[in-house]
């Protein structure tokens, strides 16, 4: 049988899950030309599906090796050594493939959430919005700049993006998690729920996702005073994502936002910590210095801006105009932010007496 028949005959099988055919079929063709290309991208991808990374990240690796400007080959190693956590090749690959085609758009997209998983949000956002320009129709680039927007707390672009990705695909996930983002920024608890609740019900979604759209549908249920739907969610969250480590997946592997308020006991003095909300509210708290101002105020039921509680969004942000907290590192602010007099609620520690004024 000839090579070009067989390539096509397993590109078929690979396309349709039938990941033996598709590498017995792969064999074939390397046993006649050992240095065939295609063939190596199909046993990669056979070798990706199976969540074997490295292996795959080997055989493009080889076929790049016969034909190092072959972009598909260079864009799915890129994917491989990023699964393997080797940031720089994974980088290198896809800036490859951008320079052997400006418009191959899809290495561009993976190299943007590459950048964005390092939290390099100026480099992600100017390759998404080259994406949105050059392939308006691939809506998945237009989600991913949403989520970065509103992450970069640039909210009214976000959610007009979010809209038109939902106009196409009203089922969209980050689509619909990004508004939901956007509306526990603005408290509005109802849009949370509203835009969440169709999302349970897809069968396919994954338990990680499953699991962050059940989490913040209860933190919204909570600050409506439903507790126990807000409990019956936690719940839910919570066994999805046991169901995702019973199958082998490792903890550390998987990112959890816990929308739950902590209680820390406070060791040592009290600091009074003034604060003062954009919407003109005044608060007094007394914190010491193995608590967050975050914890204390959620302790005591004071609403405080914030999302992920982690230092990760930058939602709690907060200017320094008086006092001082320990020193802290969190990707949600750049350290020549915090050189300038800036803190998050959620990792500000207070050393003495301070007072914060909401950033607007």
Not at 294 to 313: F, K, R, S, W
């Amino acid at each position: 049988m000839d090579i070009r028949r067989l390539l096509g005959q397993a590109i078929h099988a690979l396309q349709n899950g039938d990941l033996f055919t598709a590498s017995r079929l792969a064999s074939q063709v390397l046993t006649q030309q050992p240095n065939e290309a295609n063939s190596l991208q199909i046993l990669g991808n056979v070798s990706a599906q199976q969540g074997q990374h490295e292996q795959a990240l080997a055989h493009y690796e080889k076929g790049l090796r016969v034909n190092p400007k072959h972009i598909h080959l260079l864009n799915f190693a890129g994917l491989s050594a990023k699964k393997i956590d080797a940031f720089k090749r994974a980088e290198d690959y896809f800036l490859r493939a951008v320079a052997v085609d400006p418009n191959y758009f899809h290495a561009d997209y993976n190299l943007a959430n590459l950048y964005k998983a390092d939290y390099q949000f100026k480099l992600a956002e100017e390759h998404l919005r080259k994406v949105v320009r050059v392939a308006p129709q691939f809506i998945a680039a237009q989600a991913s700049l949403a989520d970065l927007l509103e992450q970069t707390h640039r909210l009214q672009e976000a959610q007009a993006l979010c809209h038109t990705v939902l106009a196409v695909d009203g089922q969209h996930y980050l689509a619909r998690l990004t508004l939901a983002n956007i509306a526990m920024r603005r408290k509005q608890w109802r849009e949370v729920k509203d835009g969440l609740s169709p999302v349970l019900a897809n069968k396919a979604l994954s338990p990680v996702n499953y699991s962050v759209a059940a989490g913040l549908i209860a933190q919204a249920e909570e600050k409506m005073a439903k507790f126990p739907q807000a409990l019956t969610l936690f719940s839910q969250a919570n066994r999805v994502l046991q169901q995702f480590y019973d199958i082998g997946v490792q903890k550390h592997q998987v990112f959890v936002e816990e929308f739950v308020a902590k209680t820390i006991q406070p060791i040592g003095a009290l600091h009074n910590v003034d604060i003062s909300l954009s919407d003109g509210q005044q608060h007094c708290l007394q914190v010491a210095g193995n608590q967050t101002v975050l914890d204390v105020a959620q302790q005591q039921g004071i609403d405080l801006p914030h999302a992920c509680g982690t230092g990760l969004c930058g939602s709690c942000k907060f200017r320094v105009n008086q006092g001082t907290s320990k020193a802290f590192s969190a990707p949600g602010i750049s350290d020549m932010e915090i050189a300038m007099g800036y803190t998050l609620a959620c990792q500000c520690k207070p050393m003495q007496s301070m007072t914060l004024v909401e950033f607007d």
